[in-house]
C-alpha cells in the first residue's frame, strides 16, 4: 500500500467516523437537517452505525485489503443514499456535503485499483 493510499484512507476515516459520532451525539449540524429532509428518528442510530462500521472497515483495510474495499464501497454507496435523500427533500445546496463525504472513499477504491 502506498503512502497516498495510507493517508487517503486515514481521511476517509476520520471523516466517516467523525460523521457517524456526530449522529450519536446529536450535533446541531447534522441532525437539523435530517429533520429537515424528513429522515425518521428511529434510524439515525442507524445511519451512524453504519458510517461507524465503515471507518472501522477502512481502518481494518490495513491488515486485510478486502475489508477496507469492501467497506469503501459501503460508504460510496452510503453517501450515494444521502445525496439521493437531499435532492428528494429539495434541499439543493446542501448536496455537496455528502459528496465531500464521499470524495475520500472513492479515492480509496481507486487507489485500490
Same mark, same amino acid.
Given at each position: 500500500?502506498?503512502?497516498?493510499?495510507?493517508?487517503?484512507?486515514?481521511?476517509?476515516?476520520?471523516?466517516?467516523?467523525?460523521?457517524?459520532?456526530?449522529?450519536?451525539?446529536?450535533?446541531?449540524?447534522?441532525?437539523?437537517?435530517?429533520?429537515?429532509?424528513?429522515? /425518521?428518528?428511529?434510524?439515525?442510530?442507524?445511519?451512524?452505525?453504519?458510517?461507524?462500521? &465503515?471507518?472501522?472497515?477502512?481502518?481494518?483495510?490495513?491488515?486485510?485489503?478486502?475489508?477496507?474495499?469492501?467497506?469503501?464501497?459501503?460508504?460510496?454507496?452510503?453517501?450515494? &443514499?444521502?445525496?439521493?435523500?437531499?435532492?428528494?427533500?429539495?434541499?439543493?445546496?446542501?448536496?455537496?456535503? /455528502?459528496?465531500?463525504?464521499?470524495?475520500?472513499?472513492?479515492?480509496?477504491?481507486?487507489?485500490?485499483?
Amino acid at each position: 500500500m502506498s503512502t497516498t493510499a495510507i493517508v487517503v484512507t486515514a481521511v476517509a476515516a476520520f471523516m466517516a467516523g467523525f460523521s457517524g459520532v456526530s449522529v450519536f451525539v446529536r450535533a446541531k449540524f447534522v441532525v437539523e437537517p435530517l429533520a429537515e429532509y424528513g429522515v /425518521p428518528r428511529r434510524i439515525w442510530n442507524l445511519l451512524g452505525a453504519a458510517k461507524l462500521a &465503515g471507518a472501522i472497515g477502512l481502518l481494518v483495510g490495513y491488515a486485510v485489503p478486502a475489508v477496507g474495499i469492501a467497506a469503501a464501497i459501503g460508504l460510496v454507496l452510503y453517501f450515494a &443514499g444521502a445525496v439521493i435523500t437531499v435532492i428528494r427533500a429539495r434541499a439543493y445546496a446542501h448536496a455537496p456535503f /455528502p459528496l465531500i463525504y464521499m470524495a475520500p472513499a472513492v479515492a480509496v477504491l481507486v487507489l485500490a485499483a
